[in-house]
């Protein structure tokens, strides 16, 4: 009887333990690796805990704002523009550092952004510090930083004339706002983004003909290279943009359009 008894407690034991074991197993890897789409984010303390929080909806919405962002896809974590410690797993030590945007002392507070966001766009930054934005942003804070375009952690690029002559509006239609004086920005600032958008959809449409090319073994070398010249011309005009010389950003998306447009029509001309 003893030993029956024995035997089960044994057999009971190791039941007991290889359940543990899966249990720790599979707790140990659920925070290992995070959902699909987050493998870049192993070892992100801030991520992984973040991405379980519900409550408090700030909190819980920013994480999801983040998530929808290039930032996320491009392996920008929290930490990058936040600070604190990515590697801790308590919240009080990963916090060390982290100071709402709100306060002066942070670094996303709005007059901070061109240090923070500098880390990596500097070439961006370097033209917004030359605006008259920047100035009045550092003088008075009356003036646009780069979230108050782009929003958290750029969720959003604006590409939509509309939503942009409506955001500059918000200052350059205020009335008592010193921003008044130049109350045609707003509409200018709609055709740039047209113009862009226009220069970015004739090189897409370029590309797309090269591409097809390709497939018919074409010889399209000397177009593909004009077209890279008119793609960096470009992106170099969308950095400058933030000096807000509006007639200048003008200037260059309509070249680039041209362009992009005779080589889009050669293309055609070749059969494509
Ligand atoms: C163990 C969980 C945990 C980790 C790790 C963690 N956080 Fe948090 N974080 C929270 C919780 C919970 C809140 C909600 C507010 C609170 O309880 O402090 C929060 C709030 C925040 C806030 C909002 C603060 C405020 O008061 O508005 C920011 C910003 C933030 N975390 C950034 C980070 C960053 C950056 C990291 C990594 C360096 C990180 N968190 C790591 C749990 C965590
Ligand atoms: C590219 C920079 C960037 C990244 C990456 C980023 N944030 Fe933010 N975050 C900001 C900026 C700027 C603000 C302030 C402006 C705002 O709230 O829109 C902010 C605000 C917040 C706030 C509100 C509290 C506050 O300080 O105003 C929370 C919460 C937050 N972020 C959480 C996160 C979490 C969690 C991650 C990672 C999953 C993250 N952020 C990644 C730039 C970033
Ligand atoms: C650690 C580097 C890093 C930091 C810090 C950083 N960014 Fe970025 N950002 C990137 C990368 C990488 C991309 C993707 C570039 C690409 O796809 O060509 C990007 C893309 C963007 C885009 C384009 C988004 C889109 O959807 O096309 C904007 C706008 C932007 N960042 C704004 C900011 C702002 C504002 C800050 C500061 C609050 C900031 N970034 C801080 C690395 C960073
Ligand atoms: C007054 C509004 C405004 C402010 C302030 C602003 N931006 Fe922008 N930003 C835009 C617009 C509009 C675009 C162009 C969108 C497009 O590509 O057509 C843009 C484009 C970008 C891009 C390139 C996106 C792409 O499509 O390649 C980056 C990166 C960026 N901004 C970063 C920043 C940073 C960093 C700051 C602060 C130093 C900043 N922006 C301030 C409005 C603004
Ligand atoms: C947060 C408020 C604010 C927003 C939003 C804003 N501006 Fe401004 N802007 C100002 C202020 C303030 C001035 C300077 C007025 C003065 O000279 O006293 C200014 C000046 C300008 C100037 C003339 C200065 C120069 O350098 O020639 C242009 C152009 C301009 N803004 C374009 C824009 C465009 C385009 C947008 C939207 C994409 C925009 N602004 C959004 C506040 C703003």
């Not at 600070?83 to 007059?111: I, M, P, Y």
């Not at 170099?236 to 200048?248: I, P, Q, R």
Request: glycine content about 4%; overall charge positive.
């Amino acid at each position: 009887m003893l030993r029956i008894k024995l035997a089960f407690l044994v057999l009971f034991g190791a039941v007991v333990a290889f359940g543990f074991t899966i249990s720790l197993q599979t707790s140990s890897a659920q925070k290992k690796s995070p959902p699909y789409g987050l493998a870049a984010y192993r070892d992100n303390q801030c991520v992984i805990c973040h991405l379980s929080l519900t409550e408090p909806l700030r909190v819980s919405a920013h994480f999801y704002e983040w998530l929808n962002s290039r930032h996320a896809e491009k392996a920008v974590g929290c930490e990058k523009c936040h600070g604190g410690n990515v590697l801790a797993k308590d919240k009080e030590d990963a916090h060390k550092g982290v100071l709402r945007s709100s306060f002066a002392q942070s670094r996303l507070h709005l007059q901070n952004l061109t240090t923070t966001c500098n880390a990596c766009h500097q070439e961006t930054v370097t033209a917004f510090v030359q605006s008259k934005h920047f100035q009045k942003l550092k003088d008075s804070g009356n003036g646009p930083s780069c979230t108050t375009c782009h929003h958290h952690m750029a969720s959003s690029v604006i590409y939509w004339p509309p939503e942009t002559s409506q955001l500059c509006a918000t200052c350059h239609k205020a009335e008592s706002n010193p921003a008044a004086q130049y109350a045609q920005a707003p509409a200018q600032a709609a055709d740039v983004i047209a113009a862009f958008s226009r220069a970015d959809e004739v090189i897409e449409w370029s590309q797309f003909l090269i591409s097809e090319g390709r497939k018919r073994r074409m010889q399209l070398r000397a177009e593909e290279e004009e077209l890279k010249k008119q793609e960096q011309i470009l992106k170099a005009a969308k950095v400058k943009w933030h000096e807000f010389d509006l007639d200048g950003s003008r200037q260059h998306a309509d070249q680039v359009f041209n362009e992009a447009t005779k080589i889009k029509n050669r293309l055609v001309r070749k059969g494509l």
